[in-house]
């Protein structure tokens, strides 16, 4: 899966690079997620998929690959064209390679119910995308935790 | 509300959200990056840039729980203790109570058949127009529950009562308290004029009525029945 990560903060990749796909539609919101991760001093190799469908091509490629390539974290959009997030969670629920992974849902939503879902699906952390700037780049220190 | 309405609601929202933070953050990107060096016109408009999208945001989450509230097939319907609910409503107020120094009392509130998340959304509302709406002298919010008998003979409902002592309303202006987007003050008090309404839909999906009583300068009074559970 190397090959689907593209390095981000951090410049160059290196052995301490985080692993992270990013299943996101929204290019404002992949900008304010790299920019989040760049903020937070986390160095890593990010894969975005911009929908569902590419979201779980990238995963059973790293589902095929040594484990030293597989995601270390994935944010994940509840709401992707195609292939929903809420797929995509249940899917890397009962995928053994990614059982243990650290999900993040990112949602505009701010329905109580939604948060329910995600969590029952497995999430680790559940982020509403705030509106504004500074907010938003509290999502790095979420990540930082997620990670451990 | 049919269903295909309510996911055209749901699906636009969510759009023009995400576009609407994407507006947002580029503007307060720009103000971070740009700093001193913005003339003062040009530092004026982005503000006003960035006070538009606040508020674009604002009437974006009142269609939200507007559309939550009518979309009665979304609800869960299970034993609600409404004390807790009021708890949670008072928690998620929790900045604004402080802010106002406002008190809110309420006790010995009886459970009753509901969807616990409407609930909490109702009595927010109905809080923060309290605390929004309040007297220089006085920000005191009081509510009271009682038994009735319902508009059947062998019904019985539970009354409730949130009164507030704030600057309340005349009577000229009550007609259109109701009607969505209609707002009696300016951008000097926050609001998008559907928290009433979203208020009385919340009541209506639970079968109750909710109406208000309140006069220029004597506070405002929401009164709402609820079935008592069977």
Redesign the interface.
């Known amino acids: 899966m190397s090959q689907d990560f593209t390095s981000s903060a951090g410049g160059a990749t290196t052995p301490q690079a985080v692993r992270i796909l990013l299943a996101e539609d929204n290019d404002a919101d992949v900008f304010l997620i790299r920019r989040a991760l760049e903020k937070q001093g986390l160095r890593c190799q990010l894969a975005v998929a911009r929908n569902g469908e590419e979201a779980l091509r990238l995963l059973q490629t790293a589902e095929d690959s040594p484990p030293m390539d597989a995601p270390q974290l994935i944010l994940l959009d509840l709401n992707l064209p195609r292939v929903d997030g809420g797929e995509v969670l249940a899917h890397v629920r009962k995928t053994q390679a990614f059982s243990e992974t650290p999900v993040i849902v990112l949602t505009s939503s701010d329905s109580p119910r939604d948060r329910e879902l995600a969590m029952r699906l497995g999430a680790n952390a559940y982020f509403r995308k705030p509106t504004d700037l500074r907010s938003f780049m509290e999502l790095g220190q979420v990540i930082e935790n997620a990670l451990g | 509300m049919g269903e295909e309405v309510y996911r055209l609601l749901v699906g636009a929202v969510?759009d023009i959200?995400?576009?609407?933070?994407?507006v947002?953050?580029?503007a307060?990107?720009l103000e971070?990056i740009l700093g001193d060096s913005l003339p003062p016109d040009a530092r004026a408009l982005l503000e006003r840039l960035i006070a538009s999208?606040?508020r674009v945001?604002t009437i974006l989450?009142g269609v939200?729980r507007y559309a939550?509230a009518l979309h009665s097939p979304?609800y869960?319907f299970r034993k609600v203790n409404l004390t807790c609910v009021v708890d949670a409503a008072t928690v998620a107020l929790e900045q604004e109570i402080r802010e106002a120094g406002a008190a809110i009392s309420y006790s010995g509130l009886p459970e009753v058949w509901g969807d616990r998340?409407q609930l909490v959304e109702l009595f927010r509302s109905l809080l923060d127009n309290a605390i929004k709406y309040r007297s220089a002298s006085s920000a005191k919010v009081e509510i009271e529950a009682q038994q009735v008998t319902g508009r059947k003979q062998d019904d019985v409902d539970f009354l409730f009562s949130v009164r507030d002592y704030g600057m309340g309303i005349g009577q000229q202006h009550q007609r259109s308290l109701f009607c969505p987007f209609r707002r009696l003050h300016g951008p000097e008090i926050p609001g998008v004029g559907l928290g009433l309404l979203i208020c009385r839909k919340i009541v209506e999906a639970h079968g109750g009525r909710l109406w208000i009583e309140s006069d220029t300068g004597c506070g405002l009074t929401a009164f709402f029945t609820l079935p008592v559970p069977a």
């Open positions: 969510h959200r995400s576009e609407e933070r994407g947002m953050t580029s307060q990107l971070s999208s606040a945001s989450a939200s939550a979304g869960s998340d």
